[in-house]
């Protein structure tokens, strides 16, 4: 089974830049998050979708930050313009849906993102 | 707002030794997770706890869920240097309105095992 995945590996931008990630999920996986893990800390929910629909995007910078999940299964998360505060991995990961059964969710490798 | 706290952060332990992580978390939940993290790699997940008193283990490691304290355990026996990776808990709350829930981790125990 493939995992989830997500490109590209590393990016390197200039503060007021603009860059974006994609994501493909687990075939199958209605539902999809992108997670922001600064250096030294936990994975933070950024947004997440249930098919093509946005569950939750409370902690989403709605100023700099968008994503959309066309068609219910890739996903993209822009981030325009970066701030430096903005350097950090991006992790999307992606899951069957969240019921009562606690469904494990399955995490890409992620993007290192640097804003210089 | 739902607070994760683990403890230790840093934990240098000898192989062969016993050793306990802790998970804390401030709001009513039954489920949570405990993932592993290895450096420059991503999360893979190592328990899935689901009820009060809920026991999980795999190899050296064992994780228990005790709902009423808010507190959740991961327990390695007797480690090897393999162990050596950042391990994270994370909380599953409903969110409310959605029908969903949402997943909220600590910020991890980075643990080393020494030869």
């Known amino acids: 089974e493939a995992g989830v995945a997500q490109s590209p590996r590393y990016k390197i931008i200039e503060k007021r830049q603009s860059v974006a990630f994609w994501c493909n999920p687990i075939s199958g996986h209605a539902t999809l998050y992108w997670y922001q893990q600064i250096l030294g800390q936990g994975p933070k929910l950024l947004i997440q979708f249930q098919n093509n629909g946005v569950v939750d995007d409370s902690q989403l910078p709605k100023d700099r930050f968008s994503a959309e999940r066309l068609k219910g299964v890739d996903s993209t998360l822009k981030i325009q313009p970066a701030k430096l505060e903005d350097s950090a991995v991006y992790l999307c990961?992606?899951?069957?849906?969240?019921?009562?059964?606690?469904?494990?969710?399955?995490f890409g490798s992620g993007t290192q993102l640097s804003v210089l | 707002e739902l607070k994760v706290e683990q403890n230790p952060l840093f934990l240098s332990m000898q192989e062969g030794k016993n050793y306990t992580i802790y998970c804390n978390y401030s709001t009513t939940s039954d489920r949570l997770y405990w993932y592993r993290q290895d450096p420059g790699k991503s999360l893979e997940s190592l328990f899935v706890l689901l009820s009060n008193g809920a026991v999980k283990q795999e190899g050296r490691l064992m994780a228990s869920l005790d709902t009423k304290a808010r507190l959740s355990t991961l327990h390695i026996t007797a480690a090897v240097h393999d162990l050596s990776a950042t391990y994270f808990c994370?909380?599953?709350?409903?969110?409310?309105?959605?029908?969903?829930?949402?997943?909220?981790f600590g910020k991890g125990t980075k643990l080393s095992v020494i030869p």
């Open positions: 994370a909380v599953d709350i409903p969110y409310s309105g959605a029908g969903s829930y949402q997943l909220t």
């Open positions: 990961a992606s899951s069957q849906v969240r019921g009562h059964a606690g469904e494990k969710l399955f």
